[in-house]
Structures are given as structure tokens and as C-alpha cells.
């Protein structure tokens, strides 16, 4: 037993070291959470290891020549060379660019892996790392996952021989019984999308070490503040960024990060040779972004245990799904492994009627695709981001017209209770007091 934990492995809130002075209900840390140093990284100047330090410190010196606390944006497509055979270190921005460097070199090194790399958008990300793989090869993916990843697998890379098969990834024993002899990577979402089941890391990761298969882990939901799945067996992480490293609805970003440098190279050659790269005016706004990603990522956990729980209590509400609730499934697999339950949760209605209604109704929370933000947003996955998904596979796993997932925003969670009630109260007939 290690300390902070307790007899199952589970990391309980008075034995564990916050990065923040304030602990909120609902967030917890655990003794992963300090971050690998990386010594060619002006970033880790100093003794700090707090995540919460690291983001705000993004790119502080590293603008030697003007000591510019906000690293400049670097717009150049093409850098002179200063002789024959010579270089700046930059040649081509395709290839590589100064304001991504220190974006590159931030995802790397709050992931705790070798290599970031940043993309043009999540499926960008995707993409490229498909395309390390080759005809004939398996992969087993999360079936609980975002409709776009389904449909660039099924309706594009399947056309190239890369075939897909979906698994319950919260099954250890599914996914194990899953792998053939083709099966070359495992691609797991963790909280799962829209259902938010909950994948063990550590276990999956020692099965793919077992079978020699590539462990790669979409953290777009949890972010390295509350997950940090190379620590915990994974071989790359993909993220849309523009989710909640972004964090305000205004970019649209993807990251790849590698854990050993070998990967990340094979990764970079891919994203170079193919050119999905991130401009240097959004590589700003990211690094802009990633430093209050450790507070919001705290108020976000915290406002969505509150409206989860709340809404727990309608009458209207059928089933809550949120990983911070002590029902859920993966309620003590979450705090063993997360510093935080995250944002996002999703709800089903009792009534058909009502998920239509509720969307008009509602004020606040803006009916509108996309998660993440500071701006409370909400979705029908069914006819949303899970569309692609075929009808009786959707009904399968629950994702039904009843389904609604809710990403909480920074707003104060009284208002967004207040909004829900008013919708909720408008549709049961009931007046509505203050
Ligand atoms: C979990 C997850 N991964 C990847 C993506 C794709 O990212 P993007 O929309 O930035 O291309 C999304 C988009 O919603 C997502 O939710």
C-alpha cells in the first residue's frame, strides 16, 4: 500500500496533497500528480512540481531575446538560412515553428510523456496516429467513444484495410478476450462519451504490454490535471483540444503525446509528412488557455458533482451518469486513479417528450455540440456527436432520444440548477417561484 492510500487502493481526500491552497468537494490528488521533469524545458526552471505552477509558467523564459513574459507569435512560414547546409533550427513552419515548440513542449510536459505534438483539430490528431498503422492491423476501441472517431475509422481507414472492433473497454475481460493475433493498438476513451463509464488504466495498460499493443488513451474529458494515463500504462494520449485545454469555445485544436520519444518521432514525421499542424496564432491562444486549466478544471468538478447530484433528485430525471456520484459504477475506480471527476455528466429523462422540450427551454445552457468550455453547454448525442453511430447500436448501448449530456461550465452552479429548474418545472406544468 502506498501512502495516501487506503485498503482497496482508493485515494482518500485527507491523505492526499491538493496543488491548490483551497481543496473543493469533489476534486481530490493523488501522489502521481507531480510531473516528470524535463531538463531541456526552460518550463521547469526551478524546483516547482505542482501542475498548477507548471501551467501558469508556460513559456516563461523562453523568449531569450525580449524576456516576454507572453511568448510572441511567430507567423513566419519560412525562416532564412543563415548559410549553405546551415539552419536557425526552424526551416519551414509546416516543420516546425517557435510558438508551437513551447505549445508542443507544455502538452509533453504536463502529460509527463517525450513528445507533444499539436494539430489542426482532435480528428486531425486522430487521424495522424491512424496512420501509423497499416492495412490488415486491429484495433479495439472503446465503444462508449465520440461518434467522429467511429466515422473516420468506419467510413475512411476502413476503406485502407484498418479495421476496427468496439469493446466495452470498462471490462478488463472484454477487452482481453477481444485481442487477436491482428490487434495492434487499444484506443480507449476514459470517462467514456456520452456514457461516462470508466476504463481501468493501470489494468489495460499491463494487457497491452502483455500482447505487445500500442495503449492509446483519448483524455479530452479528464485533461493531464485529473488523468494521467502515461503514468499509468499508456503509450500516447490524443486530445481535441478543443475541448477543455482550449477551454472558451474559440479554437479549434488537436494534441498527440507520446510517452517515449522513439513513438513521438514516428508520430512528428507522420504529422509533418501529412501537414495537419496547428497555426501559430492558435498555438498562442492554447498556451494562453492551458494556463488556468488546472482552476478551471477544479471549479468544473466541483460545479458538476453539485448540478449531478441535484438533478439526481428530479422526479423527471430517470438515471444521472456521472463518475462522482457514489452509484456510479466507476465511482471508486475513478477516485483510486483521478485526481477529479470532471465536468462532463449526462442525464436520461423518463419522457421522450421532454429532452426536445427542455432543450428550448432552457435559458443559460446553451443548446449547442462541443464540450469543455467555460460556457455551460448541453447536447442530444443521439442526433449530435453520436449520429454516425448506427441506430440499433446507439439503442444498444443507451444512447437513446432521452439522453442528454451536459458539459458544466464555470458559471456559478446555482444559476445553472436555477436554469434547469425552470425548464424542468415549465414542462411538468408546475409555477415556477424565484
Ligand atoms: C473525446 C473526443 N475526442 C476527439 C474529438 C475530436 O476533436 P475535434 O472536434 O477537435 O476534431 C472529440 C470531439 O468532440 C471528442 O469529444
Known sequence: MRVGEDEDGAFTQQNVKSPFSSLEKGLFYAPEMTLRRKGMNLMSKGSCSSLATRSVQIG???????????????????????????????????????????????????????????????????????????????????????????????????????????????????????????????????????????????????????????????????????????????????????????????????????????????????????????????????????????????????????????????????KVYYPGLPEHPGHLLTKRQNAGFGGMLSFRLNDPQLAEQLLERLQLISFAESLGGVESLITLPAVQTHADIPAAERERLGICNRLLRLSVGLEDPADLIADLQQALNHFSGRVVHG
Open 60 to 318: 516563461v523564459g523562453r523568449d531569450e531575446q525580449t524576456g516576454g513574459i507572453s511568448f510572441p507569435i511567430y507567423p513566419s512560414a519560412t525562416y532564412r538560412h543563415p548559410g549553405v547546409g546551415e539552419s536557425t533550427g526552424y526551416d519551414y513552419t509546416r516543420s516546425g515553428n517557435p510558438t508551437r515548440d513551447v505549445l508542443e513542449d507544455a502538452l509533453a510536459e504536463l502529460e509527463g510523456g517525450a513528445r507533444g505534438l499539436a494539430f489542426s483539430s482532435g480528428m486531425a490528431a486522430l487521424t495522424t496516429l491512424f496512420l501509423h498503422f497499416s492495412s490488415g492491423d486491429q484495433l479495439l476501441v472503446s465503444e462508449d467513444l465520440y461518434g467522429g472517431t467511429y466515422r473516420v475509422l468506419d467510413q475512411v481507414f476502413a476503406k485502407f484495410g484498418l479495421q476496427a472492433s468496439y469493446v466495452d473497454t470498462t471490462s478488463v475481460a472484454a477487452v482481453d478476450a477481444a485481442i487477436t493475433g491482428q490487434t495492434r493498438a487499444l484506443l480507449i476513451e476514459t470517462p467514456g462519451n456520452p456514457l461516462l463509464g470508466v476504463a481501468d488504466i493501470r489494468a489495460l495498460g499491463e494487457l497491452c504490454r502483455c500482447h505487445d499493443i500500442l495503449f492509446v488513451v483519448d483524455n479530452t474529458f479528464l485533461t493531464p490535471i485529473l488523468q494521467r494515463p502515461l503514468e499509468l500504462g499508456a503509450d500516447v494520449v490524443v486530445h481535441s483540444a478543443t475541448k477543455y485545454l482550449g477551454g472558451h469555445s474559440d479554437l479549434c485544436a488537436g494534441a498527440l503525446v507520446a510517452k517515449d520519444a522513439e513513438l513521438g518521432e514516428r508520430l512528428y514525421f507522420l504529422q509533418n509528412s501529412t501537414g495537419a499542424i496547428l497555426p501559430p496564432q492558435d498555438c498562442w491562444l492554447l498556451i494562453r488557455s492551458l494556463k488556468t486549466l488546472p482552476l478551471r478544471m477544479e471549479r468544473h468538478s466541483a460545479s458538476a458533482l453539485q448540478v449531478a447530484s441535484w438533478l439526481q433528485e428530479q422526479p423527471q430525471v430517470e
